[in-house]
T-cell receptor, first 116, second 111 residues
């Protein structure tokens, strides 16, 4: 079974600065997908960014980018120019590529605080 | 763009009662997933359906059942409710491109 570990229960960053959230995972599969989801106080789960394990290039979505290190099984999220609206719980998630309808395995989450 | 619709948004039930949660996936999405998120917890996968057939099963209690209908909407039926079933229940949908889009959730409170 796959496991996802987020070692930072809480992170704090000043508005406009850059912050990196860590995520490691354990799997015996060679092909899989990794995601970052954002959960603001509204509790809505919002897909932030996705990475396919077979792609060496790190995914980028506007101010959000990842550092994917497959050998190290590491998948960190970098948020540049942090904004107040970025304050939320961030969950790292793993999805097996073997079955499209497999459930996501989530980490415990990192609570991101943005200091004005 | 259309999103996943869940109803009801809030539900209060007493112990031992039954609850039914409904999920309407994004149009043209053929796969539905159910997750349970307890207070302060990460979402836990319960069950999924692809083309109206059960596809994957997670930590779903035997008291819970689910199905996907011909119009692709799905229902999660929960019987003999316990206090520990109080949680936020998410439905997500996908079109088999390995991206799951979540609905707003149903907050279930069992008293």
């Amino acid at each position: 079974a796959q496991t996802v570990t987020q070692s930072q229960p809480e992170m704090s960053v000043q508005e406009a600065e850059t912050v990196t959230l860590s995520c490691t995972y354990d799997t015996s599969e060679s092909d899989y997908y990794l995601f970052w989801y954002k959960q603001p106080p509204s509790r809505q789960m919002i897909l932030v960014i996705r990475q396919e394990a077979y792609k060496q290039q790190n995914a980028t979505e506007n101010r959000f980018s990842v550092n994917f290190q497959k050998a190290a099984k590491s998948f960190s999220l970098k948020i540049s120019d942090s904004q107040l609206g970025d304050a939320a719980m961030y969950f790292c998630a793993y999805h097996s590529s073997g079955g499209g309808a497999d459930g996501l395995t989530f980490g415990k989450g990192t609570h991101l605080i943005i200091q004005p | 763009a259309a999103g996943v619709i869940q109803s009801p948004r809030h539900l209060i039930k007493e112990k031992r009662e039954t609850a039914t949660l409904k999920c309407y996936p994004i149009p043209r999405h053929d796969t539905v997933y159910w997750y349970q998120q307890g207070p302060g917890q990460d979402p836990q996968f319960l069950i999924s359906f692809y083309e109206k057939m059960q596809s994957d099963k997670g930590s779903i209690p035997d008291r819970f059942s689910a199905q996907q209908f011909s119009d692709y909407h799905s229902e999660l039926n929960m019987s003999s409710l316990e206090l520990g079933d109080s949680a936020l229940y998410f439905c997500a949908s996908s079109s088999r491109v390995h991206e799951q889009y979540f609905g707003p959730g149903t907050r279930l409170t069992v008293t």
